[in-house]
């Protein structure tokens, strides 16, 4: 259709006249378009562009068509095909970020025992606080770097416990692992998986783990295939957060990251091992009707 052509030059202040004659169409067939009511699919096509940027806006602008899809599906009951959705996004000038290679911040202590691995690779508890996985990410500020730990539960990919500081010494992890345990009070035998940095091996951490009755686990040494849920965790937050600006000091760094994590991260976010709920979603489903989606075959 050449007329929307001729309409976006008019508003640019280009005569109609002038931009008919080039284009080869006539000026009364012009007016007559731009009086003829839209149909109901440019009405159906407007709204959805509008929900698209709204999706946007509630996502910090990361998502990429397949969470903006499970968004209109799930969250508002849309029915929109995913190659519709992709067309209508790239016409809106929507798109979601990219994930970029992540570097790690792991210091390992050669005289530490690291724990057997209990895992080995299998991610999908059954239920709840059986399964934590934990790790700790840096970034840069005008200040220097701050350092953030997590501990994350791998039946819905909650973060669970985490710790943000100025250092990467025992206390970091020792910190994020005791929010775990004061937020949901896993039941002794509860396995905590980690990588083989110095903090993970230190005697603080160790004897906090002892103490909550947790079992320790770490992976081989420098696969993140044996801490894949968690690396997967922080390329989310390094590419939907950390990389999209640059942070002046550590205090509106911790701000921000605290921000996503229990703003967006954990109550919002749409995963897709998930089947696209949020964490939070997730684990209310799983109280009401049993586990589903990746867990389902396992606790069956």
């Known amino acids: 259709m050449i007329f929307p052509v001729v309409c976006e030059l008019a508003a640019d202040g280009v005569p109609v006249a002038v931009t008919c004659r080039v284009l080869n169409v006539s000026t009364s067939g012009y007016y007559e378009w731009r009086r003829r009511p839209a149909s109901a699919r440019a009405w159906e096509q407007a709204h959805l ?5 709204q999706v946007d806006a509630a996502s910090y602008g990361t998502y ?10 799930l969250g508002h009951g849309v029915c929109v095909s995913h190659g519709r959705m992709e067309r209508l996004m790239r016409h809106t000038g929507v798109q979601g970020v990219h994930r970029r290679r992540l570097s790690g ?7 530490a025992t690291p724990s057997q691995d209990l895992v080995e690779r299998n991610f999908t508890p059954d239920a709840p606080d059986r399964l934590y996985v934990a790790d700790v990410t840096q970034h840069r500020t005008s200040e220097g770097w701050l350092y953030f730990a997590v501990v994350i539960d791998c039946f819905s990919r909650r973060v669970v416990g985490w710790s943000i500081a100025d250092h990467i010494r025992s206390g970091l992890v020792v910190d994020a692992l005791q929010m775990a345990i004061w937020n949901r009070r896993p039941a002794p035998g509860a396995i905590h998986h980690s990588d083989h940095g110095s903090t993970y091996t230190s005697w603080a951490f160790g004897h906090r783990l002892r103490d909550a009755g947790l079992l320790g686990s770490m992976g081989s040494i420098g696969d993140c295939f044996d801490n894949s849920v968690a690396e997967s965790s922080f390329a989310t ?3 939907e957060l950390l990389d999209r600006s640059t942070w ?3 205090e509106g760094l911790a701000n921000a990251i605290f921000a996503f994590v229990e703003g967006f991260y954990n109550p919002t976010r749409r995963h897709s091992t998930l089947g696209y709920l ?18 389902a075959e396992t606790a069956a």
Do not use: F, K, N, W
């Open 248 to 250: 002046p000091t550590r």
């Open 105 to 111: 911040c792991t210091r390992r202590d050669e005289a």
């Open 49 to 53: 562009m509008e929900a698209i940027r």
């Open 237 to 239: 937050l390094q590419t």
């Open 278 to 295: 949020s964490p939070a979603d997730y684990e209310a489903q799983a109280a009401l009707t049993g586990p589903t989606g990746p867990h």
């Open 64 to 73: 990429g068509h397949r969470r903006v899809h499970a968004e209109l599906v």
